[in-house]
């Protein structure tokens, strides 16, 4: 039987879409067959993060949970009681979200007003929200033995909800130091922090 190249990925590349189209009926379901029983090693994988550069050090964030990476709105609606963390809501793709500056939300300060960065659009069980860095880093797969526990965090990194951060990611051969942050943890405590926000 022929071996057909198995992907992962529910978006097809241009030529991805070419092979699709050589295929004759039988080929094509064969392939399909093979996608519907190929192994979950053979998929996507879902452990890859991307490393993400704050004021002060790194953080690490899954692929699966960002949608987009795009530069910050040119300014922020600001919000009456809002989060000392917040920056304020801004425009994306038509959609009115919270703009976040992690670094300031990790240390559970106030965000100071930035001239350049990166927005992450992170976007989970319905939530949208942006995340202002300072850069973005490399993309790279975990490996647990570089995983070492939340208490060796550095002293600075105060979010205000205890199970932000999973770890840190210690990987002196890609000379990769970075905090693992637990994003459904966070989005959640960033949204409840804002509604609580507004009551008051």
Same mark, same amino acid.
């Given at each position: ?8 990925t ?8 070419? @092979? ?5 009926? *039988?080929? @094509? ?11 979950p090693?053979?998929?996507?994988p ?7 550069? $704050? ?13 987009e ?6 300014? @922020? ?7 000392p ?5 801004g425009?994306w ?24 960065g ?13 995340? @202002? ?8 797969? $975990? ?7 939340? *208490? ?15 770890g ?12 693992v ?20």
């Amino acid at each position: 039987m022929d071996r057909y190249p198995i992907s992962g990925t529910a978006s097809l590349s241009s030529a991805h879409s070419q @092979f699709l189209e050589q295929l004759n009926d *039988e080929q @094509f379901w064969n392939y399909a067959v093979e996608l519907a029983y190929a192994a979950p090693t053979d998929a996507m994988p879902t452990d890859e993060y991307l490393v993400c550069k $704050l004021e002060k050090g790194s953080c690490i964030l899954p692929l699966a949970t960002l949608r987009e990476v795009v530069p910050p709105p040119h300014q @922020f609606t600001l919000l009456p009681a809002a989060p000392p963390w917040m920056l304020g809501v801004g425009a994306w793709r038509g959609e009115t979200i919270a703009i976040i500056d992690l670094n300031a939300y990790l240390s559970n300060t106030t965000a100071p007003l930035h001239s350049d960065g990166m927005l992450l659009v992170v976007q989970l069980d319905g939530l949208t929200l942006g995340l @202002f860095i300072s850069a973005v880093g490399s993309m790279i797969t $975990l490996a647990v033995e570089h995983m070492e526990l939340p *208490e060796q965090v550095s002293a600075w990194h105060m979010p205000p909800c205890a199970g932000a951060i999973k770890g840190v990611y210690r990987d002196m051969t890609s000379q990769v130091e970075a905090l693992v942050l637990d994003v459904p943890i966070i989005v959640n405590d960033m949204v409840q922090h804002i509604k609580n926000n507004r009551r008051h």
